[in-house]
């Protein structure tokens, strides 16, 4: 069964979120059956490209080629866009060709910002494979790729014209990578509160792959991220909501080289805004994040880096204003406020407390 959430940031599309789904019919609602290349990675693809392509085929596009780029965060690069652009060009794709990105938060916003740059743009699809790109990544669109001085550096905004999460893809996923995605989950049932936020209580089951679990807090991350972006699309004001835990997080993962996952210095980079969260507003909520991150199974403790990267990396991130770090915080669950400047001092005064 399929439940659809229809965001309407800028021209409307559809997030389809279940199991066995027609992907082929799917796609060809929002688009009219044309050429097509699957952007993947090399651990998604021998999973599920082949099955893509021929459902694809088989309501009517064509699909010119597979390509797939190295896993990891290292091919959100400006080195790995421009290999794919180039086979873009000697495949013959033209401006009326759709590029479906098939893969988790990596493919989706290097594909994202090649089908937003191609030609000058050319359509796209997201077919997220991880949980946390079905619950955050592909929805609003963002797109982007890295630089060796931060992530995020170089993008802008595309729209897709669909999102398809086929739930049945997360039983190829990791622990360690479900975990990642939950951290997204939590994050955004603390900015949301109310319903959202009581079924975290699901988290254990969502853990141990409970369909009905995944499928319930799949669709609440993203109706409460739609009706974020369908309010600021371009991340002027309320948007930046969306960026709890990251600004901590975000430098810790860059001062690490990313040994640690995304989700996983999202967690940490939550503790450590829950604590900013304290010392501002006297609302202690530390101890519900440890509980909710737990039971996550994700980690609540920064890894060993020192504090000189960690002001580095968040000297370079892109939500910096007039030289001041700007951080989103709780006054409450369901009540976040955003551009809170905070000190480099208090910064690392807190990251060494957890």
């Known amino acids: 069964m399929a439940e659809g959430v229809t965001v309407t940031a800028g021209a409307p599309y559809r997030v389809v979120v279940g199991r066995e789904l027609d992907i082929g019919e799917l796609v060809s609602e929002a688009l009219e059956p044309a050429t097509g290349v699957i952007l993947t990675d090399s651990n998604v693809g021998p999973l599920h490209a082949g099955r893509l392509a021929g459902e694809l085929e088989g309501a009517g596009w064509r699909v010119v080629d597979t390509i797939e780029v190295p896993p990891g965060e290292r091919s959100k690069s400006l080195s790995s866009y421009g290999a794919v652009v180039r086979r873009l060009a000697l495949t013959g794709l033209g401006r009326d060709g759709t590029l479906f990105a ?3 938060g990596v493919v989706g916003d290097l594909g994202g910002f090649i089908a937003h740059t191609y030609m000058r743009g050319i359509s796209l699809v997201q077919l997220p494979t991880s949980l946390l790109a079905m619950v955050d990544s592909s929805v ?27 739930v049945g893809w997360l039983e190829t996923l990791s622990d360690r990578e479900l975990s990642c995605g939950l951290a997204e989950v939590v994050k955004m ?6 319903g959202f936020y009581r079924d975290l209580e699901l988290l254990p089951q969502a853990r141990g792959r409970e369909a009905a679990a995944l499928e319930t807090l799949i669709l609440h991350s993203v109706r409460f991220k739609a009706s974020v972006v369908e309010r600021d699309e371009r991340e002027e004001g309320l948007r930046a909501i969306l960026n709890y835990g990251h ?6 993962e860059a001062a690490a080289s990313y040994r640690i996952l995304h989700g ?9 805004e829950a604590e900013l ?13 440890r509980r909710l991150l737990e039971a996550a ?14 002001l580095e990396a968040m000297k370079r991130d892109k939500k910096r204003r007039s030289g001041e770090h700007r951080f989103v915080l709780l006054k409450g669950v369901g009540e976040p406020v955003w551009d ?9 005064e807190v990251i060494g407390s957890l």
């Open 247 to 252: 600004t901590v997080g975000h430098a810790l």
């Open 277 to 289: 969260s304290r010392r501002r507003f006297g609302t202690d909520l530390r101890g519900e994040h």
């Open 140 to 166: 609003g669109g963002k797109v982007g790729v890295d630089l060796p001085e931060g992530k995020n550096l170089v993008g802008g905004f595309l729209q897709p014209r669909a999102v398809i999460a086929e």
């Open 297 to 310: 199974a994700l980690p609540t403790r920064p890894p060993e880096v020192e504090p000189a990267p960690v």
């Open 340 to 348: 809170q400047r905070v000190e480099d001092a208090e910064v690392v």
């Open 264 to 272: 996983e210095a999202v967690a940490v980079g939550m503790l450590a």
């Open 102 to 104: 098939l893969g988790g």
């Open 189 to 194: 049932g603390l900015l949301c509160g109310g």
